[in-house]
């Protein structure tokens, strides 16, 4: 085999592994797509002591939080499933 030979099989080597590189990361990028969209109408939750947000589902609401040695604490409610009267979850 010549030395041109070699080289142009090292070429065509290098152009099929960049396009599966391609490939892969154009799946990833569809996949990062896909959940943005899923989470585009959730609310979101910004603690400026801790420096993070957090985005959940609208349907559900933020009742009360709590800093302790461990962490940060929620209480997520969905206020569909409480009894408006009595204020006691069903």
Known sequence: MSKQSVWILIGILIIVIAGYGWTQFSKMQTGSDVVSS????????????????????????????????????????????????????I
Request: hydrophobic share 25%.
């Open 38 to 89: 899923q989470t585009t109408n959730w609310s979101t939750y910004r603690s400026d002591q801790f420096s993070f947000t957090l985005k959940y589902p609208s349907n559900l609401a933020i009742k009360g939080e709590t800093t302790t040695e461990n962490g940060l604490h929620f209480l997520l409610e969905n206020p569909s499933q409480v009894d408006k009267r009595a204020g006691v979850p």
